[in-house]
């Protein structure tokens, strides 16, 4: 077996994110980093959008990201961190729009190592030097300056190691131009490994250390160091150094620590300060639980400088420093605004605040006020400063948190993150193809999702016109118009014309033929109109005067193409009739009529090129199922030049002049698409010399016959091809799309440009006229979100009635139940409490906190089609759901039933509760509604359950059981409870039962009814973490680790046989072997085995919980596999990674790569330049066309994207 | 092996041990090699964005507060040192 990795949706999470001048000009950009994805945003701040400009594959884990400047420079470049043992400074090159490699020096092994750096990054302000440490130990500094030819230059690392010190965080200390400094907060453990009594532990200080970088000497001293809290978990820079226009200093300089319940402001002996952090007076919560930030950013304006801290709650504190000559004289606090909890804030100079949230969507605000009114804490209220006893707490301050007053919600980024659960099913009527559901989201921001592959259609008008249209077209008046003025649309035997003004309306005296139906429509020459209909072809000019051109008697005109000087009709005779505009501005007609001897389906001609007098090429369908270039040059004009054979008739054809970067970097490529009646489209392209056609691909679009339509999309060109799907071919960040409309099946389709609708579509399906737009360009999947009030867990779709149940939980959560148990309490104590912070939307603010084994759970009714939660079951008694499972059990005439797996009071690590259950529900109102039957007492938590033989298999902790239905609870008929850990995942087949265990991988268990046994027969070599598994086949499984990886085991077929023969099993188990292995590097927590496209071939679609969609394709042949294999070979010695991790090693993270190719990487080969992809393909014995085509082939039968 | 390189060899390993924390020795105790095997699996899950994330979708925690507790919990993963009996 191999299989053909593709990635159809990068990772949507954001792990950081870093905002500056990318590209030096004056415009700010984001950097962000989706783990294994390095990303450009680009914030419009006109219309606050932020849109992706490029994202680039590093083949590797981010782990670190910030940029820096050099003194004087204007343009900003980033650092990155990662896994691979290697500091690397990469710019942005906005011509190329690229990534650039600047530097990159190797330091140490790769991987995510405790003692080799990446993991903490930290520049000095000045640009002057960059601090990298690992979470333990390391720390080394690099010299960042300029050469003789103003290029960046880096220095050999200066070490600044602590032995035995755990690393907290490292930041950058502002000094303005003196020695740069960096300041740490470590944890020395050597103590506490050597006293057994535990008093060292207790005793442990948490140190910060600053470290200055001696210029002059060239060498790093540990200057300063001494203890401060010991929950401290964040620093942040503070801004200092004397500014260079005024002697005023800019700020104190030094750093703020962020710790548990406080916020101190420290530079080595200067006075600190100290302030609490604010905290929601909610009226429950877990009480000795503190409170951490965990994001910060410093704002400077001009003269001035605030930071924005961010709690673990996701409110935003503003903290304000007072200072005078370089001294603090207080440190304010206030709380700000509650946003999603970031894993990096953003402020940009226009005004934004961009969030990367740490789950959930992201958000771009913009700011409406700085918040300078409200309740703040100074540390001037204190004694000392708040510093009088460092080791005790400030007394604890509150704050009801409210709805957005100082920022503004402006857009919104679609994030699947984190992806918990998916099915890949076809739900929704008329789709097309598969649809995949995904659970999605954490706490009360958890959101149910369908995502369907297709471009977004927003529709602005829909009109019935009463009748069906055969066809439609748009015209202007004029060349240099910017709007259409016309909309002709053409009937059975009439045709009618639409002027568009502020309204639309039918128009009069055009001088259009509307008595019969029309063949073409063209604004032409400078200011005339064109119209060709069955017997003529008439030429309206500005002064509303018609010319008129006859068929000769007994023939009508079957087919026309036009263009702005050129125009080409074909008689029912099969001749054709070249017309060209002569420089009057007179249509005449070629003297010659040129015959093919076949009826004419279809013809095309090209826009005019710049410049040019006409388009030199015709293309020609013929019934006989060619192709014809024909030549419209005055040498030869109507002579054929090309000809190419198709499988089926054409039904329509369109010259357009697309970019496709993989053919030609700089110049639109001439592409002749083919449509044929089958459904088929045919994408070859034209050589512009010869009229030679080569390079086709072909494209299965639907059931119906394709019509092409040349459109325009955004300002450029873009191909709409009509089947049964509508699909749109159009160049989006130099990438050419080639992506199906979610929209009607549309007849006709024509480019609409008004005042109203400007860059608009207009279609018509069945009698139905609609205007609509295509705003989404770039993405591939449509999603529709469905809310969720907890975390989601799990979810099944029931065989019959079609609605999804899902379960979700929250650990940490009170549940309604309990919050109102808690509220009558402290009612009946009569206590005052806030009533009002308990009705804030839990969605925005999130929940309480509650202390670890309070869970909040429920059981949900969706309605995948109409969108919606049909029902909602809360489980009370603090359960949570953790599994469930639609079994028919035969023990009552096979009715389905809904077995959820719960536990009461379950603690997560060591796993623990005082009761586990097996609730067992009857579905009633078809489906629409559970009722429970009775509930099954288990001793640990059933984490999986499955329908086995008409019962139920239940993991329930290390053991698997059978259990039959019974009148009061669920019977258990049979146990194995030799399972390493935990069962986590179940699949059956025949009497054979996967399990796979937590931690040791999948076990094949088989039943034997005779003797009532559940038997572990096989089992792996090595351990795996099992996060989901499915089997490919009796003998086959395909599972995901927790640590990234995706691998497929096999039972040999010998050992198969003879289990299923033996009753009798002796020794120990069978070992499976390992077909293939992969990393994703990202947990995968869905693996299906389903084809994506109509009539295809079935793939593994996985999710991961970053949300990553991909697919494993099976290859075909051995060709395909030798092929693929050297390809892949070829571009891994290219170095394309830009954190310089070796592409092998990162897919062989853990256990080396197997039988798996990289598609990912291989398409890379399309961005290689040309000189590398033809010394690529000469290797392979291939053009450099047949291998794009190869990759492009691959991709559209696995995955239809 | 002359006496020469025996000592040369020793110091060697000594300044890898320095060098490389974590390194197991001849002499080493349980609780050190269960101390060091912690510490690298912490930070293994620091390290690695979606084991954080994983983490914090279990406990209900933020990121930020996963990572934190597991950096807390490197100083003493595995409780006090067994007492020396000498």
């Known amino acids: ?1201 | 092996m002359s006496s020469e390189l025996r000592y040369t060899a020793n110091t060697q390993l000594e300044h890898l041990h320095a060098r490389y924390t974590g390194t197991g020795h001849a002499d080493l105790t349980k609780y050190e090699w269960l101390t060091h095997q912690h510490r690298d699996t912490l930070a293994s899950i620091v390290g690695h964005p979606p084991l954080t994330s994983f983490m914090a979708i279990a406990d209900g925690e933020a990121i930020g507060r996963v990572r934190f507790e597991m950096t807390e919990r490197m100083l003493q993963p595995c409780g006090p040192p067994p007492p020396k009996d000498d």
């Open chain 1, 1 to 1201: 077996m191999h299989l053909y990795n593709l990635t159809l949706q990068a990772p949507t999470a954001i792990s950081q994110a870093i905002v500056g001048n990318f590209s030096g000009s004056r415009r700010q950009e984001i950097i962000v980093s989706r783990g294994t994805r390095l990303e450009l945003l680009r914030p419009d701040p006109d219309t606050g959008k932020v849109t992706a400009a490029v994202a680039s594959h590093i083949f590797g884990s981010i782990r670190s990201l910030v940029l820096f400047r050099l003194t004087g420079g204007i343009k900003d470049y980033a650092i990155i961190g990662s896994d691979s043992g290697r500091i690397v400074i990469i710019e942005y090159d906005p011509d190329t729009n690229t990534f650039v490699k600047v530097h990159q020096e190797t330091y140490g092994k790769s991987g995510a190592r405790t003692i080799v750096p990446g993991q903490y990054l930290a520049t000095d302000p000045k640009g002057r030097a960059v601090m990298i440490a690992a979470i333990e130990k390391a720390k080394l500094v690099y010299i960042l300056n300029r050469d003789a030819a103003a290029d960046l230059t880096i220095s050999s690392p200066l070490e600044a190691h602590k032995s035995n010190a755990i690393i907290h965080h490292i930041v950058g200390l502002d000094v303005g131009f003196e020695n740069p400094t960096f300041a740490a907060l470590e944890v020395d453990h050597t103590e506490a490994d050597q006293d057994p009594t535990g008093v060292a532990f207790n005793n442990a200080e948490k140190m910060l250390a600053y470290y200055e970088l001696d210029l002059g000497l060239n060498h790093v001293v540990r200057k300063w160091s001494g203890p401060t809290d010991t929950r401290a978990n964040l620093l942040v820079q503070v801004p200092g150094g004397q500014s260079t226009s005024s002697d005023s200093y800019e700020g104190p300089s030094g750093v703020l620590v962020c710790c548990e319940d406080h916020i101190i402001y420290h530079y080595m002996d200067a006075t600190q300060h100290r302030v609490p952090i604010p905290r929601r007076g909610y009226p429950f919560q877990d009480k000795d639980r503190g409170l951490i930030i965990t994001a910060a950013v410093m704002h400077k304006m001009k003269g001035a400088f605030f930071f924005l801290l961010q709690s673990e709650e996701g409110d935003l504190y503003k903290v304000a420093i007072e200072h005078e000559e370089g001294d603090v004289k207080s440190l304010k606090i206030k709380y700000f605004d509650t946003v999603p909890v970031a894993t990096s804030l953003c402020i940009l100079k226009s005004g934004f605040l961009f969030v990367a949230a740490e789950f959930g969507n992201h958000h771009f605000y913009q700011f409406v006020k700085l918040g300078d009114e409200g309740e703040d804490f100074s540390s001037t209220d204190y004694p000392s400063y708040g510093m009088a006893d460092p080791s005790a707490p400030l007394p604890r301050v509150t704050f009801r948190p409210h709805l957005l007053e100082n920022l503004a919600l402006v857009d919104e980024m679609e994030s699947l993150d984190p992806l918990i659960d998916s099915k890949v099913l076809s739900v929704l009527p008329d789709a097309g193809t598969p649809q995949i559901l995904a659970a999605c989201g954490r706490g009360a921001r958890s959101t149910f999702n369908t995502l369907r592959h297709g471009l977004e259609v927003e529709e602005a008008v829909r009109e019935d016109l009463g009748a069906v249209p055969k066809a439609l077209w748009t015209a202007k008046l004029k060349e240099d118009d910017k709007h259409d003025a016309y909309i002709i649309l053409s009937f059975a035997n009439c045709t009618l014309v639409l002027s568009v003004g502020e309204t639309i309306v039918e128009a009069e005296d055009t001088g259009f033929l509307i008595e019969a139906p029309t063949v073409a429509v063209q604004q032409i020459g400078a200011d005339a109109l064109l119209q060709v209909h069955q017997h003529g072809i008439r030429h309206i000019l500005a002064d509303k005067r018609v010319n008129e051109w006859r068929t000769p008697a007994g023939k009508t005109i079957v087919n026309a193409t036009t263009n702005k000087r050129q125009v080409v009709v074909a008689l029912s005779s099969g001749e054709l009739v070249y017309f060209e505009l002569d420089l009057e501005g007179q249509l005449n007609e070629y003297q010659d009529r040129g015959a093919l001897g076949s009826a004419i389906l279809a013809l095309s001609i090209g826009e005019v090129p710049e410049g040019r007098q006409r388009t030199p090429f015709l293309a020609v369908g013929c019934e006989d199922q060619t192709v014809r270039v024909i030549s419209l040059d005055p040498e030869n004009t109507l002579q054929t030049v090309s000809l190419q054979a198709l499988t089926a008739p054409p039904a329509s054809i369109c010259i357009a002049e697309i970019l496709d970067t993989s053919l030609n970097r700089t110049q639109p490529t001439t592409f002749v698409n083919i449509g044929l009646q089958n459904g088929v489209l045919l994408r070859t392209v034209l050589d512009p010399l010869n009229g030679q056609l080569t390079d086709t691909r072909t494209r299965f679009l639907g059931t119906r016959p394709v019509k092409l339509t040349h459109v325009n999309v955004q300002g450029n060109p873009a191909i709409l091809a009509l089947s049964s799907r509508s699909w749109l071919n159009y160049t989006y960040q130099n990438i050419l799309h080639f992506t199906p409309l979610i929209h009607r099946t549309l007849d006709c389709v024509s480019s609409f440009s008004a005042a109203a609708h400007a860059d608009g579509l207009i279609g018509v399906s069945g009698s139905i006229l609609s205007i609509f737009q295509v705003t989404n360009l770039g993405a591939t999947m449509k999603q529709d979100s469905i809310p969720l009030d907890y975390t989601p867990r799990k979810f099944l779709m029931h065989p019959q009635n079609g609605l999804f149940y899902l379960i979700e939980g929250d650990h940490r959560a009170y549940s309604e139940e309990s919050s109102q148990q808690q509220l009558e309490r402290l009612r009946a104590e009569h206590k005052t409490f806030d009533e009002e912070i308990l009705g804030l939307p839990a969605r925005q603010f999130g929940r309480p906190k509650a202390p670890a084994g309070v869970w909040a759970s429920c059981i949900r009714i969706i309605d995948p089609v109409k969108g919606e939660t049909v029902h909602v079951l809360p489980l009370d008694n603090n359960e949570a759901a953790f599994s469930l499972a639609m079994v028919s059990f035969a023990a009552c005439n096979n009715e389905v039933h809904l077995v959820v797996g719960t536990a009461q009071d379950a603690f997560l690590a060591p796993r623990s509760c005082t009761s586990g259950f097996l609730r067992t529900y009857k579905f009633t109102e078809e489906g629409r509604r559970l009722e429970l039957i009775h509930k099954t007492e288990t001793d640990d938590i059933p984490l999986a359950v499955l329908a086995f033989q008409g019962r139920l298999a239940a993991g329930i902790g290390k053991s698997l059981r059978l259990y039959d239905m019974g009148k009061k609870q669920l019977l258990r008929k049979a146990e194995n409870k030799n399972f390493f850990s935990a069962v986590v995942t179940l699949n059956t087949q025949g009497s054979r039962i996967l399990v796979g265990d937590m931690q040791e991988s999948i076990y094949y268990v088989a039943y034997k009814p005779l003797e009532n046994q559940l038997l572990i027969f096989a089992d792996d070599t090595q351990p795996r973490w099992i996060t989901s598994a499915t089997m490919l086949d009796y003998n086959t499984v395909v599972a995901g680790d927790r640590f990234g990886n995706i691998f497929v085991n096999r039972l040999d077929t010998k050992v198969s046989d003879q289990v299923d023969e033996d009753s009798v099993l002796s020794g120990g188990p069978h070992k499976t072997s390992m077909l293939a292995h992969f990393h994703v590097g990202d947990i995968v927590t869905g693996i299906h085995k389903v084809p994506l496209v109509v009539g295809g071939r079935e793939v593994l679609v996985y999710t991961g919980l970053h949300g990553t969609i991909g697919v494993l394709a099976p290859f075909v042949g051995k060709d395909d596999v030798d092929f693929l294999s050297t390809l892949e070979q070829h571009m891994r010695s290219e170095q394309l990674s830009l954190v310089g991790r070796d592409h092998l090693a990162w897919r062989g993270y853990y256990v080396p790569v197997k039988a798996v190719v990289d598609g990912d990487l291989c398409e890379m080969f399309a961005r290689l330049p040309p000189s590398k992809q033809s010394a690529i393909a000469s290797e392979l014995d291939r053009t450099v066309g047949e291998v794009l085509k190869k990759l492009e082939q691959l991709r559209v039968t696995a995955s239809g994207f």
